[in-house]
Structures are given as structure tokens and as C-alpha cells.
């Protein structure tokens, strides 16, 4: 009756210890739910979440937050101050790939964005799909297409060669061309 609990203020964080006495895993989702006060663009209003999330972690706990990226799909780790980041261990994006269709079940592609304790290929980014077949869920992990793909292909869209297209964002023409033939889009005019 009290409605969603603000986390980013103590006595938010309060309220709902009760509850955290039992589970090992705490899913904060979405963040802008959870956390109202203060600009979500300045660091200091994360200061409290970044405490409290602290304090979990020395209970042997472990918190996933889930949020929304901005306007700016650029910028990782979404919406609000670039300091949420510090305190992480893992942070991932999720999105869609330019190949997807969403008649065959989810699809998404998976990167990255901070890992403590792992690299190289451990954190690759990579695809994965999600379908149903008789009443059973199959994950399926798929490599990943070039990370420029989005770019490639809006650019491509727009009427640029492929020479435009490697002037504009500094990948090779065979790399532009492999990543539009991975999509099935031939093009005649490669120069």
C-alpha cells in the first residue's frame, strides 16, 4: 500500500530490508523505478544506490540491476550517470539485431560492457535466440555479426557505396561487403 520504494534514499532501502533476509539474488528492475531522487544524470544521487548495493554484496549477496538505455544508445550502461558503473562487476547490453525477426521468437544480441573477471573471448560479444519447441525453451548461442552491422546497413539503406561507407565509419570495403552479404544484401554498386 506504501507503492514502489525509493532505493536511492535510506529510508527506501528500509523498507523493503525485510524482505532481503532470505533471497541471495536482488533484482532491481528497472532502475528508474527504484531510484527517484536526485538527477539520474549526476553521480551524486547514486551515491546512496552505490552504498546500499555495497552492503549487499558484503552480505554475500548479489544485485542485478536492470535498466533503460537513454536517448543516446551510445553512451554504455543507459540512462542516467556513467558512475553506476564503478561498483559493477558485469555490466551487458542487450539489444536487437539488424537481422532480426521477430516471427522466429526472441533474438538478441549480447555485449559486454564491463567484466572484472573475465576477457578476450570469454566476453565476445554473441547472439542469442530464444524459441519454444513442444513446450520446452531452447536458448541457441549464435557468433555475433561485426559490431558495425546497425551502421553499415543504415548507411547502406541511405543509397552510400561501399566506399562511402568505409569513409564514414573507417571499416574496410571487404568488411563492409561480408557484413552485407551475412545479412543477404547484395549490392551492385561496391565503389
Same mark, same amino acid.
Given at each position: 500500500e506504501l507503492g514502489t520504494p525509493d532505493l536511492s534514499t535510506v529510508a527506501g532501502q528500509k523498507s523493503i530490508q525485510h524482505l532481503l533476509e532470505i533471497p541471495e539474488v536482488i533484482f532491481v528492475d528497472g *532502475?528508474?523505478?527504484?531510484?527517484?531522487?536526485?538527477?539520474?544524470?549526476?553521480?551524486?544521487?547514486?551515491?546512496?544506490?552505490?552504498?546500499?548495493? *555495497?552492503?549487499?554484496?558484503k552480505q554475500g549477496k548479489t544485485v542485478i540491476f536492470a535498466g533503460h538505455d537513454g536517448k543516446d544508445e551510445s553512451s554504455p550502461g543507459g540512462r542516467g550517470t556513467s558512475a553506476k558503473l564503478d561498483v559493477l562487476n558485469l555490466s551487458l547490453s542487450l539489444r536487437q539485431p539488424v537481422n532480426h525477426d521477430a516471427s522466429k521468437g526472441l533474438h538478441i544480441r549480447v555485449k559486454y560492457e564491463k567484466s572484472r573477471d573475465a576477457f578476450g573471448a570469454d566476453v565476445a560479444p554473441y547472439e542469442a535466440t530464444m524459441r519454444t519447441e513442444q513446450n520446452a525453451v531452447v536458448w541457441e548461442q549464435l557468433q555475433a555479426v561485426p559490431e558495425a552491422t546497425d551502421e553499415i546497413l543504415d548507411l547502406r539503406r541511405q543509397g552510400m557505396t561501399y566506399r562511402q561507407i568505409e569513409e564514414a565509419i573507417g571499416v574496410s570495403i571487404s568488411e563492409v561487403s561480408r557484413t552485407l552479404n551475412a545479412l543477404g544484401i547484395r549490392g551492385r554498386s561496391k565503389r
Open positions: *532502475l528508474s523505478c527504484f531510484c527517484r531522487t536526485g538527477d539520474q544524470n549526476a553521480a551524486e544521487s547514486w551515491v546512496a544506490m552505490q552504498t546500499w548495493a *555495497l552492503e549487499q554484496r
